[in-house]
């Protein structure tokens, strides 16, 4: 796949609309997680060493065409120490703008027309700017007015960041470093459809953790307890096992569970084996057994995948312990040299910065839902209109 990117294009004193995703969590006016602004960065210092006018725009969680004070995107720009400009479709403030200027938009979707790509909200948006950057690869499976839309008004380029996540997962999923083992966690098997079935193919062992491997160990026939479990995904779990038998990849289920008798962060953890759960037992982490046989199986790996946390993380330590413990392994085989690791999605980076490891993994991709549907082998619309 080539591209079009931002080295094939001038931009000095030229006006960029610059895509970037800083749909970051903010809790009383404070960013508690700064990984994608940071990851933004190479890109916004690259149009500013090259003279460019750089106008962000990006979104906030879903305000359903609304304004919302909760959702602005006023603390990013104080975090970036950049102008914030109050209305996405303002264009008044270009004129005061010189080359290496940067400013931040607010949150697009206080319009509808941003989720539904409508044309003329997108024709707004492009209108007064030169260039278009998308670096913004966690929402490039959307096609929004400012992923899609607006580059039927604009010359349209990838950023260094997009570019890099194209590179390194292309390379990972088509050339990967043998033995290749995917870690997948998560809490349902019918949102991973796709990407257990491509995994499988690609993969040389495949763990499932978390309740993806409640569901899996009820297909074949041990007990769950009181669990979050989708027991109607036994057929769609018994396939997933037949094509991994059939691809020669190796499937890992959980051995054993960490279950309390609510579901309570303070809740009373013991660890049962798997054949073991009682019907009262509320299952919220992988068990010891498994934890240690997941951090074994790194001895064997040459590139590790992983996406989805194996328990309730947000609990805690207590429960977030199968997690917690896998990421520092990963992180210290990483830092040895003895593996590649790439890990996405929110909840997955999310357990990585708890445990300050995230420097410490070969590459961490900003995408959550895009770095599904990319290993997916989908067609992401972002990427797709910026192909040469």
Request: hydrophobic share 40%.
């Amino acid at each position: 796949m080539e591209i079009r990117n931002v080295h094939d294009v001038d931009v000095h004193s030229k006006y960029v609309l610059l895509r970037d995703d800083f749909n970051v969590q903010i809790v009383d006016g404070k960013i508690t997680d700064t990984f994608r602004i940071d990851a933004s960065m190479p890109t916004i210092k690259y149009l500013i060493d090259n003279g460019a006018r750089v106008v962000i725009c990006s979104h906030l969680g879903r305000p359903k065409g609304r304004f919302n004070p909760e959702l602005s995107l006023r603390p990013v720009a104080e975090y970036m120490n950049v102008p914030f400009i109050d209305d996405c479709l303002k264009k008044d403030f270009l004129l005061d703008m010189a080359d290496g200027d940067v400013v931040l938009l607010e949150n697009l979707r206080f319009y509808i027309g941003e989720e539904e790509n409508d044309d003329s909200f997108a024709k707004k948006l492009a209108s007064g700017y030169d260039i278009y950057v998308n670096d913004a690869f966690a929402v490039s499976h959307r096609a929004a007015a400012s992923i899609v839309g607006v580059t039927k008004y604009l010359p349209s380029y990838a950023g260094l960041l997009l570019e890099k996540e194209i590179t390194n997962l292309t390379r990972v999923l088509n050339n990967p470093t043998r033995p290749l083992v995917a870690y997948i966690g998560g809490g349902k098997v019918s949102t991973k459809i796709d990407v257990l079935k491509k995994i499988v193919k690609i993969a040389d062992k495949m763990v499932i953790g978390g309740a993806m491997g409640t569901t899996f160990n009820y297909a074949l026939g041990l007990p769950v307890g009181d669990s979050l479990c989708e027991k109607d995904m036994v057929g769609t779990v018994n396939e997933i096992i037949k094509l991994a038998v059939e691809n020669n990849c190796g499937l890992f289920l959980p051995l054993d569970k960490g279950v309390g008798k609510d579901f309570d962060k303070d809740a009373i953890r013991e660890n049962r084996d798997a054949d073991k759960i009682k019907d009262d037992d509320i299952i919220m982490d992988d068990g010891d057994k498994t934890i240690a046989r997941n951090i074994d199986l790194l001895n064997i790996a040459k590139t590790v995948i992983w996406n989805g946390p194996f328990g309730v993380t947000e609990f805690g330590k207590r429960w977030g312990k199968a997690s917690f413990d896998f990421a520092r392994a990963l992180a210290e085989y990483t830092k040895q040299g003895k593996l590649e690791s790439i890990v996405g999605g929110g909840d997955t980076v999310a357990v990585l910065d708890t445990c300050g490891v995230l420097d410490d993994i070969s590459y961490v991709s900003t995408g959550g839902g895009a770095f599904l549907e990319f290993i997916e082998g989908r067609t992401l619309p972002g990427i797709k209109v910026l192909e040469k």
